[in-house]
């Protein structure tokens, strides 16, 4: 990789939810924990297992995952199909299987039928979404990009490359503000950067790992990830965050991540900017910043911070105030929706 060296993450083992939480959690650093899922009947699930489970379901696949756009987080198709002849199409090794990935697939909503066989790790404090599956066919590259919430990722079968970018929005190049969906896509293809068109990349600080069958990754929220299917994988992944009702929030508003969820934050900002509601979410603008963090991770921000939150968009819709709210406008304030969360194109 024509950049500064990757550095190796960590590996424990018989890490207590203390030490994850002093040592790696609020200090955002990433680290791979072994021999933890002994226990859990889903480090038995095969492909054919899966099948026979809860192969007549319906879940979304995304398509024409091979083509350049993608590899840069900018377009793909979502075909809906049985869960059974996804996975058949991997067994038998043919074209579609190579040009498709089952990805973020809400197990509790998609596979009832699967949840039991899982458990929560420990050292879990609050869970922000999921537990979802993912299951890449061998050589799949995953897009790089980052999530608004702290993640394990956990393999139960197969094993998957790993690229981290530290919390940094100058140097990864994000796609334009305004792009679908809930997490920031980089422009960049991590395996083959091309440093005439984004110099900046060579000074990103990143690490890598290999994360095997029976592994679980941590690696903190708004951190960039590249991951990449050595063989096909079964996995699942949890986002969460920290206990109480504003330790996450108070994390990511600081430090290095503070740029980063600013980036996330106007992002959601454009997606909404042209839609009819979008006057009125200006009017009650503190009060949709306030239910959307609530909606995304549970938690209350302190005046303050919803001051901080506020300013943030104005400065950037370069307004010096909102607009005022009429008599015969609703007393309840619009959401602000996360827009495009399937496609994207």
């Known amino acids: 990789m024509p950049c500064n060296a990757l550095s190796a993450i960590e590996r424990v083992r018989d890490l207590s939810v203390h030490d994850f939480k002093t040592n790696y959690l609020n200090k955002c650093i990433p680290v791979i924990i072994e021999d933890y899922l002994s226990s859990w009947p889903s480090l038995f699930w095969t ?33 809906s199909m049985k869960f059974e002849n996804y996975i058949s199409n991997i067994q038998l090794g043919n074209k579609k299987a190579s ?33 979802f599956l993912w299951i890449a066919n061998k050589g799949h590259y995953e897009f790089c990009h980052f999530d608004p919430d702290d993640n394990f990722l956990i393999v ?11 919390s940094d ?17 980089s422009q960049v ?23 095997n069958s029976g592994e679980m990754l941590f690696f903190p929220a708004f951190w960039w990830h590249q991951v990449t299917s050595v063989e096909t994988t079964i996995s699942v992944n949890i986002f969460f965050g920290n206990e109480g009702s504003n330790d996450y929030l108070a994390k990511v508003m600081k430090g ?24 009125r979410i200006l ?31 104005m400065k950037y819709l370069e307004l010096t105030e909102l607009p005022h709210m009429e008599e015969v406008e609703s007393k309840h304030a619009p959401p602000l929706k996360i827009r495009g969360l399937l496609w994207r194109s």
């Open 189 to 211: 293809d991590c395996d083959n950067p091309d440093l005439k068109k984004f110099p900046l990349f060579k000074n990103a600080k990143g690490y890598e790992c290999y994360v």
């Open 283 to 313: 009017m009650y603008l503190p009060l949709s910043l306030k239910n959307f963090v609530l909606k995304q991770w549970h938690e209350i921000p302190n005046n303050d911070q919803l001051n901080i939150l506020t300013q943030t968009v």
């Open 47 to 79: 492909l054919d297992s899966l099948k026979e489970k809860a192969g007549h379901r319906q879940v979304f696949v995304r398509r024409n995952t091979d083509v350049d756009d993608y590899k840069v987080g900018q377009k793909y198709n979502i075909e």
């Open 256 to 279: 290095s991540q503070w740029k980063s969820f600013e980036y996330w934050l106007l992002n959601i900002i454009e997606q909404n900017r042209d839609k009819d509601s979008f006057r």
């Open 156 to 166: 139960f079968s197969g094993k998957k490359h790993v690229k981290l970018f530290e």
């Open 99 to 131: 040009t498709s990935y089952l990805a973020v697939q809400n197990i509790k909503k998609s596979f009832p039928e699967l949840i039991s066989d899982l458990k929560t790790p420990e050292y879990i404090g609050k869970v922000h979404g999921g537990p």
């Open 169 to 185: 929005i100058e140097n990864v190049y994000p796609n334009a503000l305004g792009s679908k969906g809930k997490t920031i896509q």
